[in-house]
């Protein structure tokens, strides 16, 4: 990755966050909910991936990715439940925390049972 792919990412990326900022405090505010989880990293990722290997390992890796959207629930779960107790912070934190549970235990399941990307 060169220092052009870099800093594009970096501008895409954060050109979403300002964009998704703005549109949370208008009176549209919860389609800001709706954006936030616009596959922007999924969609540059996928595009620099498929450009570095061949179309059966994409093929597992989007594969792989379909099976890890549990996590991103588990995390949005939690941290819809932790709000009503927590600081924004101190809930987000632990919503990071059992996303990488919620991927610890998918890399196991992926390991012992899926067996995606094994040959």
Known sequence: M???E????????????????LLANT??????????LFPIVTLVG??????????SRLHEITRFSIYSLSTTFIFLYTFY??????KLIESLFLSVIAWFLAAGI???IN?????????
Do not use: P
Not at 7 to 16: A, Y
Not at 27 to 36: A, C, D, M, P, R
Not at 111 to 118: A, E, F, M, N, T
């Open 2 to 4: 060169n220092m052009i």
């Open 6 to 21: 870099l800093l594009i990412r970096f501008l895409v990326g954060g050109s979403l966050i300002a964009l998704v900022s």
């Open 27 to 36: 009176k549209y505010s919860v389609i800001s909910g709706l954006f936030v």
């Open 46 to 55: 996928f595009f620099f991936i498929g450009k570095s290997v061949d179309s």
């Open 81 to 86: 439940h932790l709000q009503t107790k927590y």
């Open 106 to 108: 998918l890399i196991l």
């Open 111 to 119: 390991h012992y049972v899926l067996q995606i990307g094994k040959s």
